[in-house]
């Protein structure tokens, strides 16, 4: 029932700033809870952020803390993920993800999948 399509990935030098979009489907899409997560080549998918159907509690994965920042609007069925300060170590696929009724940081509570939008980080 819920569709997302992820945006704004690209190449950029180490040190810059990408904006990450994901358009989401649905009437329901304020209700539910919001992620992003990544994958580099050969690692496992690692969790980025996540945002309550609010917009009232976001948490972030350590690696990215301080420097990544999630927001949603909800009248525009968009989540973005503002990411300052990139690092060489930031390259991979993002991707975006929603769930109706949980709130955490792993994959599987996760019920919708976006294709992912690749981020390249030069040094």
């Known amino acids: 029932q819920v569709q997302l399509i992820e945006s704004g990935g690209g190449l950029v030098q180490a040190g810059g700033s990408l904006r990450l979009s994901c358009a989401a489907s649905?009437?329901?899409?304020?209700?539910?809870?919001m992620g992003w997560f990544r994958q580099a080549p050969g690692k496992e998918r690692e969790f980025v952020a996540t945002?309550?159907?609010?917009?009232?509690?976001?948490d972030y994965g350590d690696s990215v803390k301080g420097r990544f920042t999630i927001s949603r609007d909800n009248a525009k069925n968009t989540v973005y993920l503002q990411m300052n300060s990139l690092k060489p170590e930031d390259t991979a696929v993002y991707y975006c993800a929603a769930d109706q009724y949980s709130y955490g940081s792993y994959d599987y509570q996760y019920d919708y999948w976006g294709q992912g939008t690749q981020v390249t980080v030069s040094s």
């Open positions: 945002i309550n159907w609010s917009g009232g509690r976001t």
């Open positions: 649905g009437r329901t899409f304020r209700t539910y809870t």
